[in-house]
């Protein structure tokens, strides 16, 4: 069975860090695409971060570059997302996604509707 089990959200001060985790089941991430999507309330869900994790190739969305770093652990097979200098407009609930197609690429995983295979979410609350 396949399950993408999200942590470490939170409230935090802007300006302030959270690391969030990804626990992937059911398939490993290794030559997959994975990935961060956050989800205002009353905006639709965006993608923030993505990677190809055969080649480590990352995607960022301009409002987190410079910011958030997503990253990879195949020996537990996990990924991160690393939040820095957090901003109030952060806030949202986060959700870690991966493309369930067999074989992907570096572009494939580039774009945020190959991703159907959804995590629960995790909620970051970020304030003034």
């Known amino acids: 069975q396949v399950q993408l089990v999200e942590s470490g959200g939170g409230s935090v001060q802007a300006g302030g860090s959270l690391r969030l985790s990804c626990v992937v089941s059911?398939?490993?991430?290794?030559?997959?695409?994975m990935g961060w999507f956050r989800q205002a309330p009353g905006k639709e869900r965006e993608w923030i971060a993505l990677?190809?994790?055969?080649?480590?190739?990352?995607y960022y969305a301009d409002s987190v570059k410079g910011r958030f770093t997503i990253s990879q652990e195949n020996a537990k097979n996990t990924v991160y997302l690393q939040m820095n200098s957090l901003k109030p407009e952060d806030t949202a609930m986060y959700y870690c996604?991966?493309?369930?197609?067999?074989?992907?690429?570096?572009?494939?995983?580039?774009?945020?509707?190959?991703?159907?295979?959804w995590g629960q979410g995790t909620q970051v609350t970020v304030s003034s």
């Open positions: 996604a991966a493309a369930g197609a067999r074989y992907v690429s570096a572009y494939y995983c580039s774009q945020g509707s190959s991703y159907d295979v």
């Open positions: 059911g398939f490993t991430i290794s030559y997959k695409c």
């Open positions: 990677i190809y994790t055969g080649s480590v190739t990352t």
